[in-house]
């Protein structure tokens, strides 16, 4: 093998093993996650979909979905196909948010979102979160229950 051939063959190997790597960075809940940075690490997520693989921002925003959502949004498939349709596609790399509580106590906080989208529309969201409060890893975990639909609220220009 030529020396040219070599240098790529060792450039796609080490991308390839970057590539695996960075699908294991994605975060997982924890107890020691509060419920408005749930909201933050999906939302960052969501706002750089592709930054680490194809879509990790969608899995990322998965990670923190409750059991519950889970089940009625379908396997990670259909979340993505849900998230990048007409409903949600603005989330997909988003400009900038904002997360305002509006309520909680120690098993639900809500909280209102306005989303910035790429084509500088405000869009804003009640984003609901609770406590897993089932035995398991997730047992006190901040999880995602509900996403309203977005609210349109106008051009920022």
């Known amino acids: 093998m030529s020396k040219k051939l070599q240098t790529i063959f060792s450039a796609l190997t080490y991308l390839l093993i970057f590539t695996s790597l960075s699908n294991a960075e994605l975060l997982n809940p924890s107890r020691a996650i509060t419920p408005k940075e749930v909201i933050k690490i999906q939302l960052e997520g969501l706002q750089k979909n592709d930054n680490k693989y194809l879509d990790s921002g969608i899995e990322q925003t998965w990670n923190f979905a409750h059991p519950n959502n889970k089940r009625v949004t379908g396997p990670l498939n259909n979340f993505?196909?849900?998230?990048?349709?007409?409903?949600?596609?603005?989330?997909?790399?988003?400009?900038?948010?904002?997360?305002?509580?509006?309520?909680?106590?120690?098993?639900?906080?809500?909280?209102?979102?306005?989303?910035?989208?790429?084509?500088?529309?405000?869009?804003?969201?009640?984003?609901?979160?609770?406590?897993?409060?089932?035995?398991?890893?997730?047992?006190?975990?901040?999880?995602?229950?509900?996403?309203?639909?977005?609210?349109?609220?106008?051009?920022?220009?």
């Open 80 to 157: 993505k196909k849900m998230i990048k349709s007409p409903s949600y596609q603005m989330m997909i790399d988003h400009l900038s948010h904002t997360i305002t509580k509006v309520n909680s106590n120690d098993k639900m906080a809500q909280f209102e979102v306005i989303i910035l989208d790429k084509n500088k529309i405000y869009h804003k969201f009640n984003w609901q979160v609770e406590k897993y409060n089932l035995d398991g890893d997730l047992k006190d975990c901040w999880l995602t229950t509900m996403v309203s639909n977005p609210i349109p609220l106008g051009s920022s220009i």
